[in-house]
Nanobody
Framework: QVQLVESGGGLVQTGGSLRLACAAS????????MGWYRQAPGKERELVAT???????YYRDSVKGRFTISRDNAKNTLYLQMTSLKPEDTSMYYC???????????????????WGQGTQVTVSS
């Protein structure tokens, strides 16, 4: 069982930066992947970025070059550094963990086993 608590969301102007953190209650060193999803009202939850235990990463096209995902296994914490924020980044951001090892980077919602409660990011224009 893994419990996840996100923090770091808030209100920022266009072009600003935020750093999200996700603290895990248990050890994350053995989980396959940890990722950040986001969901805006009326829209589907979408994968923003994910990182595997082996260090492979995936970013959705719209955040490449602006967001950086990282995990600190010693601190059981996942981070998402967001820069050059845009109004379209406004959303609730969720941390998620995929436990089972796979040969591929998990990108589907149903491949993630544990979810946090979310932290709101609002980018004003």
């Amino acid at each position: 069982q893994v419990q996840l608590v996100e923090s770091g969301g808030g209100l920022v102007q266009t072009g600003g930066s935020l750093r999200l953190a996700c603290a895990a209650s248990g050890s994350i060193s053995s989980v396959n992947a940890m990722g950040w999803y986001r969901q805006a009202p009326g829209k589907e939850r979408e994968l923003v970025a994910t990182v595997t235990s082996g260090g492979r990463t995936y970013y959705r096209d719209s955040v490449k070059g602006r967001f950086t995902i990282s995990r600190d296994n010693a601190k059981n914490t996942l981070y998402l550094q967001m820069t050059s924020l845009k109004p379209e980044d406004t959303s609730m951001y969720y941390c998620a963990v995929a436990v089972r090892k796979r040969l591929w980077i998990p990108v589907g919602v149903d491949e993630y086993d544990y979810w946090g409660q979310g932290t709101q990011v609002t980018v004003s224009s």
